[in-house]
């Protein structure tokens, strides 16, 4: 019994951990700029996308036919793109660059070529 206590403590502890570290969604980019993503096999739209370092943006993504995925490994930034739902990531970019992404779930034959980028600038 003692053991199924401390697992619960341990559990409810990281919990809380977890949730500080993430932080409350501030909705301070609700304010700023907000980027409507759609995808659909082996496209999405748009597919180059500018931001500027350091300004809030909220990126929306809807998928028009299955189950994609967005990942863009330079701004560490990836999340699964559901059908005729709307998925929102917040994101506050840190370094300028151009960065590659692509759908990291097949999505038959194309999906090679399901990509864009994203260009941030000072």
């Known amino acids: 019994m003692k053991t199924a206590w401390f697992k619960l403590a341990i559990h409810g502890l990281l919990a809380v ?3 500080a570290s993430i932080g409350p969604y501030s909705g301070a980019a ?3 700029q907000v980027i409507s993503i759609k995808a659909k096999k082996f496209e999405f739209m748009p597919n180059e996308i500018t931001l500027k370092k350091g300004v ?3 990126l ?4 028009l036919d299955r189950m994609h995925g967005f990942h863009c490994p330079g701004l560490g ?3 699964d793109i559901l059908p005729k739902k709307v998925t929102r990531l917040q994101l506050v ?4 660059g151009t960065f590659p992404f692509h759908c990291d ?5 194309g999906h090679e070529e399901m990509g ?3 260009i941030v600038t000072d």
Do not use: A, M, Q, W
């Open 77 to 79: 930034i990836r999340t």
């Open 105 to 109: 779930i097949f999505c038959g034959s």
């Open 93 to 96: 970019p840190d370094k300028t």
């Open 17 to 19: 951990f977890i949730l």
């Open 56 to 58: 809030p943006v909220v």
């Open 30 to 32: 609700e304010k700023g």
């Open 116 to 118: 864009g980028k994203i």
């Open 60 to 63: 929306e993504f809807t998928s």
